[in-house]
């Protein structure tokens, strides 16, 4: 079956735009992640969306940031005023639920380039 | 808080063994295992449970010491498709989300 997707797969923007990114998870999949990858690290935890829960915004750096999941599928991950320590690859996941005994499945990442 | 993996990055021959660790500051529920091959996603390989269910692939083996709040990864007669990056994550309690580590950097020649 399909796997999850994201768009765009590349975005280069000015400093200062806003930028929206889009993933689209497995269907049926409740739950869903969303992770920042800077260069050569590790895989930061943004924000976690679960069935119809309030979602966990823990992991957003600033309130430049912002998702939001419409019907409990599709999700979209805002950056408003973008600046260069914005520039990285942005990972969706999804996972049948949102339990600590579900594969993640991720998706292949919007590369986002911040000039 | 962020697990630490170790070591850090690791060289190989072909049919050689590795060991990846990874270590934890706070009580663990839970430890994902996943691979990640330079410009793709991270794949998974397996998640170990607290009371020591286990869930993954048949040729991938892991251990999870919940009094330690340790995972170790074990890759046996590496092949080169072994090479990539290997991210653990953690999950504590009743938290959902994981916290992954740095990543382990492994690199098999021929």
Known sequence: ?115 | QQPVQSPQAVILREGEDAVINCSSSKALYSVHWYRQKHGEAPVFLMILLKGGEQKGHEKISASFNEKKQQSSLYLTASQLSYSGTYFCGTGSGGAQKLVFGQGTRLTINP
Do not use: M
Request: aromatic residues 10%; glycine residues 12%; charged residues 20%.
């Open chain 1, 1 to 115: 079956g399909a796997g999850v997707s994201q768009s765009p797969s590349n975005k280069v923007t000015e400093k200062g735009k806003d930028v929206e990114l889009r993933c689209d998870p497995i269907s049926g999949h409740t739950a869903l992640y969303w992770y920042r990858q800077s260069l050569g690290q590790g895989l930061e935890f943004l924000i976690y969306f679960q069935g119809n829960s309030a979602p966990d915004k823990s992991g957003l750096p600033s309130d430049r940031f912002s998702a939001e999941r419409t019907g409990g599928s599709v999700s979209t991950l805002t950056i408003q005023r973008t600046q260069q320590e914005d520039s990285a690859v942005y990972l969706c996941a999804s996972s049948p639920q949102g339990t600590s005994y579900n594969e993640q499945f991720f998706g292949p990442g919007t590369r986002l380039t911040v000039l």
